[in-house]
């Protein structure tokens, strides 16, 4: 082994790289464009701290609420790179005049603003794996741009495709379609959350045209989202005129239920026969509707199960709703006492009984009537008002039926029991001695 060979080859290899940095990177447009990036990282640096205390006084105002807010918190931290970003692009512009170049700022430029964007996706995208999915996107863009391949790759991309009649469809086109659509349907979701709690503060309306206003602006967003989205990529809109036979085909035939419990869902909202916050009684579901949704109702029951109800079911089917024209709810609590007991005394106590209960409304007055005279006990029942059925009917119920019970036995006022008296009559004679004859031979 010819080490000196070796230590030659390595040396020669040493001088070649130090000659290309030499040569590249320790030149003056080089060095100046390293110290220009620097001085913008220092001056954002040193501006930060005054930047954020303004930030912090501006959110003082209670005005800025929402979303808005929540992205003005999010950028706070982040004012340094949008400074460092400014003063780049200063930067490039002082430099693209002169002699300098400035290829090394102008690639600085991308990779900060990637670096911003990612930030930013993982604070604004609560998902972590759409938030994942962007900043993959974003570096690959930003690396490509850096190493001055975006072209050639669209290049290349553009190049493969597939004709549609008279237009033509590459995977450039695909790409970027599918990227700005994500794009567009993120920030019409973020417009669209804004606006709902707009209309949600808003007053003037009722709660059933809140969220018909907020479904309307919301499917309209995403709507023009998705023009958009295809307007940007290129698309022609007048291609996907040959599939409007298909869709209709299949939305009349496939997607019945579907446009039923769409239409049933619009229905619902304008004639605002039912409403977010209604307690509802449908077959054995009782429970307050949680939300209105374009298929379906949510209706969380006492006992916490949420039963998504399709709208169609509203529509077509009896429904109680014991808060739609008002919360005002008559219970009524069958009471029998026995024969013995003093009726009148007995129906005083039931009053008495109500009137401890703090759910049971004072206006109107509850009354106890007597029904009927039953087989083993006097029927009386004890009619209450109260004006909150979302909070239960049966453990108010319970809480009256209690204080029945506690005071008809301080009282002495007895409950019946069913009572049935058997007489067993004697057989005749002659059936008698019959059968005694015939065990008697049997035995």
Not at 36 to 51: E, N, Q, T
Not at 395 to 413: K, M, Y
Request: proline content about 3%; hydrophobic content about 50%.
């Amino acid at each position: 082994m010819n080490f000196e060979a070796i230590l030659e080859n390595a040396l020669a290899h040493v001088e070649s790289a130090f000659a290309w940095f030499q040569a590249l990177v320790l030149t003056p447009s080089v060095l100046i464009q390293l110290a220009a990036i620097l001085l913008a990282l220092l001056i954002s640096r040193f501006l930060d701290r005054p930047l954020q205390r303004m930030m912090k006084r501006i959110l003082a105002n209670p005005r800025i609420q929402g979303s808005l807010r929540q992205i003005a918190q999010v950028l706070t931290t982040r004012l340094w790179l949008f400074v460092w970003i400014l003063l780049l692009v200063l930067e490039r512009e002082l430099t693209e005049e002169t002699l300098v170049g400035s290829h090394l700022i102008s690639a600085a430029i991308s990779l900060v603003t990637a670096w911003l964007i990612i930030r930013l996706a993982f604070k604004l995208i609560k998902d972590p794996l759409w938030a994942r999915k962007v900043s993959v996107v974003v570096w690959t863009l930003a690396a490509l741009s850096i190493l001055g391949l975006i072209d050639s790759v669209r290049s290349a991309f553009h190049q493969i495709g597939f004709q549609l009649g008279e237009s033509r469809f590459s995977l450039l086109t695909v790409v970027e379609g599918i990227l700005a659509l994500v794009a567009f349907l993120w920030l019409a979701s973020m417009i669209g959350q804004f606006l709902e709690r707009r209309i949600s503060a808003t007053n003037t309306m009722t709660p059933s045209l809140q969220v018909l206003m907020s479904k309307v602006v919301r499917a309209g967003l995403v709507v023009i989202a998705i023009v958009v989205a295809l307007n940007v990529a290129g698309v022609d809109l007048t291609a996907f005129a040959i599939f409007t036979g298909a869709l209709g085909v299949g939305l009349g035939f496939g997607l019945q239920k579907v446009v039923s419990n769409l239409i049933s869902g619009i229905i619902l909202l304008l004639d605002n026969s039912i409403k977010p916050g209604d307690v509802i009684a449908l077959d054995e579901t009782y429970g307050t509707i949680n939300a209105l949704h374009a298929r379906y109702a949510s209706v969380i029951t006492r006992d916490g199960t949420e039963y998504l109800i399709p709208n169609e079911d509203l529509i077509t089917q009896r429904v109680e709703n014991w808060t739609h024209s008002s919360t005002d709810v008559r219970l009524k609590l069958p009471i029998g006492i026995s024969y013995t007991s003093d009726v009148r005394r007995a129906m005083e106590l039931c009053l008495e009984a109500a009137d401890v209960v703090e759910r049971v409304s004072k206006h109107p007055t509850p009354r106890c009537l007597l029904i009927a005279f039953g087989d083993s006990s006097v029927n009386l029942e004890l009619r209450i008002w109260i004006a909150d059925p979302s909070n239960g009917v049966r453990n108010v119920r319970s809480e009256v039926l209690l204080e029945v019970w506690d005071r008809f036995h301080e009282h002495g006022i007895e409950f019946p029991f069913p009572q049935h008296d058997i007489h067993v009559k004697s057989m005749p004679e002659p059936v008698s001695s019959v059968l005694a004859s015939k065990s008697e031979r049997e035995s």
